[in-house]
């Protein structure tokens, strides 16, 4: 039987090259903090326990570990030592217990689940994930001899010898939990940075007659996040993953590197989307979907064989039914649109709802808001707005009914009711005739005061 696995999310880091007020593992990547991708992808692991080390006052951290718990470490002096300020929370554990960093948001379960096999097939007290780096001067250098990690030697520590090596330390570690107490306890900081380093619990480990192993993995996952450059690498990087897993799961995307995604967005299949959309936060799109190029879209569930865009915006809170067309420069707000209903063109629906099967024109606005508050538009099925009308909120259109194009709805309107909310069109027979010839005068005895001041200079 397998042991259980312990996490240990290191995050007090100051991560000051951000220069922000957020803390640097809650700047968002695919709509989400960086530290909700390192602890969803550590819990697939499935782990009896996972434990953030966090800096003194970090409570919107601490936030959003939880459920997880957090233990402070109170001053910043290495890795090491944070490491060992997890002690406490790991009493008890004698499965592997595996040190991750919160600002290493791309590292896979899958690497995860690697380093932790191989340290069990390989039965070693301590093994890392490294990588060979392009520009290993950051990192620390795993020195390996006949498959075995002897130590691991800081950039700042490293002779002339040791700084060729290439292979480099992730810092993502796996540590036996019946050894881990005692190793950390043997930290020492007679180093260049004055530091506790998590890396020499290698040199420990061997000394205490236990075995070290590298695992080799992929540089581009290892990337960690220190400024806002870096940020941005890491939203590609998962960008790039996010597409690549829809595009797997049966969607057509046309210009993959123009659609951004979010890392809750859910797609049925055979779901189609066209260049430049973006997908925020709590969408969900079914099946045989279409959205058109230029769509921006969130919070929204999105039934099946929808048509969405060109130039749609969908806004939190909004639901779309089976079969809803929602056509260009429409836009939703907190709105449910039934099945098969339809706005094809240039509307603003906030905080209505729309009945199946109803229609609305062009240009219709749902006037939600009074200068004070927002109210609702509840239109029932099958009913049909006209072109260019004004829906007065709080409003109650039913059944069936019919608003005439250009009206300005202020009173509810009742199951099959006609509603004209407009001036009455007058109309003159034969008068076009008369109306062109007194046009025309104005305009030559304009032209003619004109050329008449302009002869008089
Ligand atoms: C660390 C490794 C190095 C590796 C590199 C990979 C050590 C000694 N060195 O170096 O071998 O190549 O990562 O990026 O481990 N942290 C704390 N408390 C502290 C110090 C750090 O919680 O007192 C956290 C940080 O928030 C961060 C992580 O630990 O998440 C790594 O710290 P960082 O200072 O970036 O380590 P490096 O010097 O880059
Ligand atoms: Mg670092």
């Given at each position: 039987m397998k042991s259980p696995i312990a996490v240990v999310v290191l995050a007090a880091g100051a991560g000051t090259r951000m220069k922000s007020a957020l803390p640097k593992v809650l700047h968002p990547l695919a709509n989400r903090p960086m530290l909700a991708h390192v602890l969803a992808n550590a819990a697939a692991l499935k782990p009896a326990r996972i434990v953030g080390v966090i800096a003194p006052g970090a409570t919107e951290v601490a936030k959003a570990f939880a459920p997880h718990p957090t233990v402070v470490q109170?001053?910043?002096?290495g890795t090491g030592h944070a490491a060992r300020a997890a002690l406490g929370a790991l009493e008890g554990h004698r499965g592997p217990v595996l040190v991750v960093f919160g600002d290493a948001p791309l590292v896979t379960t899958a690497s995860l689940r690697k380093l932790v096999a191989a340290c069990a097939r390989a039965g070693a007290a301590v093994g890392v994930l490294g990588f060979v780096a392009r520009d290993p001067t950051p990192y620390g250098r795993l020195i390996v001899e006949d498959g075995e990690l002897l130590r691991i030697v800081e950039s700042k520590d490293a002779d002339a010898t040791e700084r060729t090596v290439a292979f480099s330390n992730s810092g993502v570690m796996c540590i036996d939990g019946k050894l881990i107490a005692s190793l950390l306890g043997a930290l020492r900081n007679d180093n260049s940075k004055r530091e506790f380093y998590l890396t020499d619990a290698v040199r420990l480990a061997r000394e205490a007659g236990q075995k070290a192993i590298a695992v080799a993995g992929e540089e581009a996952e290892f990337q960690g996040v220190n400024s806002r450059a870096e940020l941005a690498v890491a939203e590609q990087a998962l960008q790039q993953r996010l597409r690549a897993a829809a595009m797997a799961g049966g969607v057509t995307m046309t210009d993959p590197g123009t659609v951004w995604l979010s890392a809750d967005t859910k797609f049925g299949t055979d779901v189609r989307i066209g260049p430049n959309v973006r997908f925020g936060p709590a969408v969900s799109v079914g099946s045989d979907t279409v959205i058109n190029a230029f769509c921006d879209i969130e919070g929204v569930r999105i039934g099946r064989g929808v048509l969405v865009g060109p130039f749609a915006r969908i806004r939190p809170g909004s639901e779309v039914a089976d079969g809803v067309h929602i056509g260009n420069f429409v836009e939703l707000k907190a709105t449910r649109m039934g099945k098969g209903a339809k706005a094809n063109h240039l509307a603003y629906l906030g905080d209505s709802d729309i009945g199946a099967g109803s229609n609305i024109g062009a240009g219709t606005i749902a006037v939600n808001y009074d200068g004070y508050g927002k109210h609702r538009t509840v239109i029932g099925p099958d009913v049909f707005i006209g072109s260019n009308s004004s829906l007065v909120a709080p409003l109650k259109v039913g059944r069936g009914a019919n608003v005439t194009a250009g009206s300005v709805v202020t009173e509810d309107v009742p199951a099959d009711g006609v509603a004209f909310g407009r001036a009455r069109q007058v109309t003159k027979k034969g008068r076009a005739t008369a109306l062109r010839a007194k046009l025309q005068d104005r305009a030559a005895a304009a032209k003619k005061a004109a050329s008449e001041r302009s002869g008089n200079k």
């Amino acid at each position: 039987m397998k042991s259980p696995i312990a996490v240990v999310v290191l995050a007090a880091g100051a991560g000051t090259r951000m220069k922000s007020a957020l803390p640097k593992v809650l700047h968002p990547l695919a709509n989400r903090p960086m530290l909700a991708h390192v602890l969803a992808n550590a819990a697939a692991l499935k782990p009896a326990r996972i434990v953030g080390v966090i800096a003194p006052g970090a409570t919107e951290v601490a936030k959003a570990f939880a459920p997880h718990p957090t233990v402070v470490q109170k001053r910043p002096l290495g890795t090491g030592h944070a490491a060992r300020a997890a002690l406490g929370a790991l009493e008890g554990h004698r499965g592997p217990v595996l040190v991750v960093f919160g600002d290493a948001p791309l590292v896979t379960t899958a690497s995860l689940r690697k380093l932790v096999a191989a340290c069990a097939r390989a039965g070693a007290a301590v093994g890392v994930l490294g990588f060979v780096a392009r520009d290993p001067t950051p990192y620390g250098r795993l020195i390996v001899e006949d498959g075995e990690l002897l130590r691991i030697v800081e950039s700042k520590d490293a002779d002339a010898t040791e700084r060729t090596v290439a292979f480099s330390n992730s810092g993502v570690m796996c540590i036996d939990g019946k050894l881990i107490a005692s190793l950390l306890g043997a930290l020492r900081n007679d180093n260049s940075k004055r530091e506790f380093y998590l890396t020499d619990a290698v040199r420990l480990a061997r000394e205490a007659g236990q075995k070290a192993i590298a695992v080799a993995g992929e540089e581009a996952e290892f990337q960690g996040v220190n400024s806002r450059a870096e940020l941005a690498v890491a939203e590609q990087a998962l960008q790039q993953r996010l597409r690549a897993a829809a595009m797997a799961g049966g969607v057509t995307m046309t210009d993959p590197g123009t659609v951004w995604l979010s890392a809750d967005t859910k797609f049925g299949t055979d779901v189609r989307i066209g260049p430049n959309v973006r997908f925020g936060p709590a969408v969900s799109v079914g099946s045989d979907t279409v959205i058109n190029a230029f769509c921006d879209i969130e919070g929204v569930r999105i039934g099946r064989g929808v048509l969405v865009g060109p130039f749609a915006r969908i806004r939190p809170g909004s639901e779309v039914a089976d079969g809803v067309h929602i056509g260009n420069f429409v836009e939703l707000k907190a709105t449910r649109m039934g099945k098969g209903a339809k706005a094809n063109h240039l509307a603003y629906l906030g905080d209505s709802d729309i009945g199946a099967g109803s229609n609305i024109g062009a240009g219709t606005i749902a006037v939600n808001y009074d200068g004070y508050g927002k109210h609702r538009t509840v239109i029932g099925p099958d009913v049909f707005i006209g072109s260019n009308s004004s829906l007065v909120a709080p409003l109650k259109v039913g059944r069936g009914a019919n608003v005439t194009a250009g009206s300005v709805v202020t009173e509810d309107v009742p199951a099959d009711g006609v509603a004209f909310g407009r001036a009455r069109q007058v109309t003159k027979k034969g008068r076009a005739t008369a109306l062109r010839a007194k046009l025309q005068d104005r305009a030559a005895a304009a032209k003619k005061a004109a050329s008449e001041r302009s002869g008089n200079k």
